[in-house]
């Protein structure tokens, strides 16, 4: 176990340098150049020059590629476009709410997919099964923004049941401990906000659960269809074992191998979704940040987003690898 | 009475019709075989006995009856109590029989949870005496580990230990060697006879392989096509095997002691998808000594203690 461990830290770091390597190469073909934004349209050359050379920007290509790593381990994105304040401080801010949104989206997303789909694979062919793979096409379909628009204009505009933008209602008093509300109001007592938060993360939480739950449905659906007609299940059922016995040690600890795999990417993709969320109903996480770094250009402030989102993405694969190893001893005896 | 009589056992999937009227019982402490090639019905007969066949998928009629109570009239939950101390099975295929993400110890012990009330340290020894029971080598070791971590030989031990557990008075055997080298064979199949010479169960043995049959069962009855054409003491259908079916099936097995250059005598053609035994005998198109009567009508099962099911049997022998 400890050598597939060490053995999947390596390949994560290689994994993260191609990707620095890939940015930086994005960043360098960038049409313009940073001095051109920097500088008024009526600069002169020898002024350009100046700030090329300021910026470390003449110097040979492999040194900037250090230089730009070395920023990128120092967490040194640089400063906003539009802020002005440091990008890494920007981000730190906001990402507990957005970490916050997509822990509750993936909690939906599991708690409801998993039973769901195993109810759909038990009952196959029945009005549930139906319910179950139509409504999951629906959801894999449906744009999140446009799912979120439409739970906003018809739960909190027209329905009044949810707010419609915030983490919080404006004026609400709550410390701020680690930035994640409903955490911070359970530490602190404050029950009020726990509540309040909860109201606010419903509509955006759905939202974003949409299409990990409609691919966690089919997936466990379709696997627990396949694990049912394994002779292993027959030899449990030939055992005269209890039913519940049969679907939790017999069923659904093979079933949901597949499902723990497809889990760990969704959880990744999750931020993409959330940056569409939130700016649906005003989150200010990560997600409003980046909308609003994409419209202005912002390419530093796109540059830190897009490696914290390669690193968690990274990071969750690896405690997938790793939980896979746990899960099913075949893989643990082949690393 | 008998401890097993399975009467008029029909299954049918859909259209299909896979067991046709299957009659035979098993006494206490006795092993019966039930032979035929692939496709006669004898997997989906012990499946139904079991109740083990897919409730949507099977139609099972007729009865049988364990202990005088009829199986396929009892509610799940009482067949679920009955499957372990009193029916067991072991199946056909080691690998895919055992759930690749459980340890040994815990299939085994999971049983003598549910029937015999073990807990914990209980069970485990318990576990570890079955092991060693069904000569696995160092068998507190094995408890920990994985079925792929094991040889299939040892993986059908672990399967006959878990259906030998709880004592069951009658064992079914679906084909127990037919996926393990020939030498791992001999040595199963000496394993269930132990097991059920020293706890007088009754063993249902189910196998195409007539030398298993031979030595090991009291009983034979040979499955043509979803019915049973010949049914004697083992003894007596080596000696007089009546039913060409079953001459046929004697006569493709390799001998030592005929001259080596002995061609086999196969059977030629192949059991028929769509059964029919209405239109006459249902072996007639792979016969070689068929005659018009053989179409004439259904073929009755005649005799007492050996029987058969065909009309020509005197003019045969």
Not at chain 1, 98 to 127: D, H, M, N
Request: one cysteine or more; aromatic letters at 6%; hydrophobic letters at 45%.
């Amino acid at each position: 176990m400890l050598r597939y461990t060490v053995k999947r830290l390596l390949q994560l770091t290689v994994a993260l340098l191609g990707l620095t390597l890939l940015l930086f190469a994005w960043f360098k073909a960038l049409p313009g150049g940073p001095e051109n934004r920097l500088l008024p349209d009526d600069a002169t050359d020898q002024q350009r020059e100046a700030l090329r050379r300021a910026l470390g920007l003449d110097e040979p290509i492999w040194t900037q590629y250090v230089e730009f790593l070395g920023r990128i381990v120092r967490l040194d994105f640089g400063s906003s476009l539009s802020s002005g304040r440091p990008i890494a401080t920007e981000l730190a801010d906001r990402l507990p709410a957005t970490v916050e949104l997509s822990l509750f989206a993936i909690v939906i997303a599991i708690g409801v997919g998993i039973p769901l789909g195993y109810l759909a694979a038990r009952k196959r062919g029945s009005w549930l099964d139906f319910i179950a793979v139509s409504g999951s096409l629906i959801g894999i379909c449906t744009p999140v923004f446009f799912l979120a628009a439409m739970l906003k204009v018809v739960f909190s505009q027209n329905m009044g049941v949810f707010p419609t933008f915030g983490r919080l209602t404006p004026g609400t008093g709550f410390t701020e401990v680690t930035g994640f509300r409903v955490l911070d109001g359970l530490i602190t007592g404050e029950l009020d906000v726990v509540g309040n938060a909860l109201v606010h993360l419903v509509l955006p939480a759905v939202a974003l659960a949409s299409i990990p739950l409609a691919v966690i449905t089919r997936i466990t659906r379709a696997s627990v269809l396949e694990v049912l007609g394994e002779d292993y299940v027959r030899t449990a059922d030939a055992k005269g074992l209890k039913p519940q016995t049969i679907r939790a040690r017999h069923v659904m600890k093979n079933a949901l191998l597949p499902v723990v795999t497809v889990i760990g990417l969704l959880l990744g993709s999750l931020f993409a979704g959330a940056v569409l969320t939130e700016s649906v109903f005003a989150f200010g996480g990560v997600g409003s940040f980046v909308y609003q770094a994409t419209t202005e250009r912002d390419y530093p402030a796109l540059l830190g987003f897009i490696l914290i989102i390669a690193v968690s993405y990274v990071v969750l694969n690896l405690l997938v690898d790793l939980s896979y190893g746990f899960l099913d001893p075949r893989v643990r005896v082949r690393s | 009475m008998a401890l097993l009589e399975v009467e008029d056992l029909r299954v049918s999937f859909g259209e299909t019709r896979a067991v046709d009227g299957v009659d035979f019982q098993v006494d206490e402490g006795q092993v019966v075989g039930l032979v035929g090639e692939s496709g006669c019905g004898k997997s989906v007969t012990s499946l139904a006995i079991m109740g083990l066949l897919p409730r949507r998928a099977a139609s099972v009629a007729g009865a049988a009856r364990y202990d005088g109570v009829d199986l396929f009239s009892l509610p799940r939950g009482e067949m679920r109590r009955l499957r372990g101390p009193d029916l067991a099975m072991v199946f056909q295929d080691p690998l895919s029989s055992l759930n690749p993400v459980v340890q040994i110890g815990r299939q085994i012990t999971e049983v003598l949870e549910r029937h015999r009330g073990m807990r914990g340290e209980a069970a485990r020894k318990e576990a570890v005496h079955l092991l060693d029971r069904v000569g696995i080598p160092d068998p507190a070791r094995r408890l920990g580990e994985y079925p792929h971590q094991l040889s299939g030989g040892m993986r059908q031990r672990v399967l006959i230990a878990i259906s030998v557990a709880c004592a069951p008075r009658l064992l079914i055997a679906d084909e127990p060697t037919t996926a393990l080298d020939v030498t791992i064979q001999a040595q199963i199949l000496e394993l269930l006879k132990d097991l059920v010479d020293s706890e007088g169960t009754a063993l249902l043995m189910i196998t195409h392989d007539l030398g298993v049959v031979a030595g090991l069962c009291d009983e034979v009855n040979v499955l043509y096509s979803g019915r049973v054409v010949e049914s004697a003491p083992a003894r007596d259908l080596f000696a007089r095997p009546t039913h060409p079916y079953t001459v046929g099936l004697l006569n493709s097995i390799p001998r030592l002691d005929l001259p080596i250059h002995e061609p086999l005598r196969p059977i030629r053609g192949s059991i028929a998808d769509v059964i029919g035994w209405n239109d006459g005998c249902a072996f007639a198109p792979r016969c070689d000594r068929v005659a018009e009567e053989c179409v004439a009508g259904e073929p009755p099962l005649i005799g007492a203690a050996h029987m058969h099911r065909c009309v020509r049997a005197e003019e045969v022998a």
